[in-house]
């Protein structure tokens, strides 16, 4: 296992409020990834990272905003969270281009 | 946009038969991922490939690059094989992820 884990795994919180979910990697991978699991849905890119302090958008970014400082942590932030971020949240990484990605184990996430 | 399209959605199969799920893409990829999602856990890949065949115990894809198709077989199938099965695409041009399809539901009974 590429040693990748996200916390917390589970968090319950109200609309309005800010959240923040962390994704740790151990394996030096440059690439991370931020996805979200819906019913009906794939999975969905929310933002990606393709080194230190180099991020861009994903297909449902509107709402969330990322931060990378280190190699290592890739965090997700919901500035003001709403009911429709509810969701299950996945981090991924990845060495290269086309790799294999290596996937955490999810956060569930609830906005009453 | 790759359009991801997995068949069939719910599949329910006694144990030992040969499962086979499908997965069809619209634009052309550079590789394709299968992953398996047990219920309540994480998601772990299967497979990469890009053309041809490779096998794993009883797991088994196949990729047909100008049919833009690919097939994820399982050879004796156990209960312990239920899961959702996910394809998913990279078409390359730069590290924005992968294109995913909705899932195969897999569920083998005893």
């Known amino acids: 296992d590429a040693g990748i884990t996200q916390s917390p795994r589970h968090k319950v919180t109200e609309t309005g409020t800010p959240v923040t979910l962390r994704c740790h990697q151990t394996e030096n991978h440059r690439y991370m990834y931020w996805y979200r699991q819906d019913p009906g849905h794939g999975l969905r890119l929310i933002h990606y990272?393709?080194?230190?302090?180099?991020?861009d958008k994903g297909e449902v970014s509107d709402g969330y905003s990322v931060s990378r400082s280190k190699t290592e942590d890739f965090l997700l932030t919901l500035e003001s969270a709403t009911s429709s971020q509810t969701s299950v949240y996945f981090c991924a990484s990845q060495g290269f281009f086309g790799d294999e990605q290596f996937f955490g184990p999810g956060t569930r996430l609830t906005v009453l | 946009k790759n359009e991801v399209e997995q068949s069939p959605q719910n599949l329910t199969a006694q144990e030992g038969e040969f499962i086979t799920i499908n997965c069809s893409y619209s634009?052309?990829?550079?590789?394709l991922h299968w992953l398996q999602q047990h219920p309540g856990g994480g998601i772990v890949s299967l497979f990469m490939l890009s053309s041809g065949k490779k096998k794993h115990g009883r797991l088994i894809a196949t990729i047909n690059i100008q049919e833009k198709h690919s097939s994820l077989h399982i050879t004796a199938s156990h209960p312990r094989d239920s899961a959702v099965y996910i394809c998913?695409?990279?078409?390359?041009?730069?590290?924005?992820?992968?294109?995913f399809g909705k899932g195969t539901h897999l569920i083998i009974q005893p």
């Open positions: 634009v052309g990829i550079s590789a």
């Open positions: 990272s393709y080194g230190v302090k180099d991020t």
């Open positions: 998913a695409v990279y078409s390359g041009g730069g590290a924005d992820g992968l294109t």
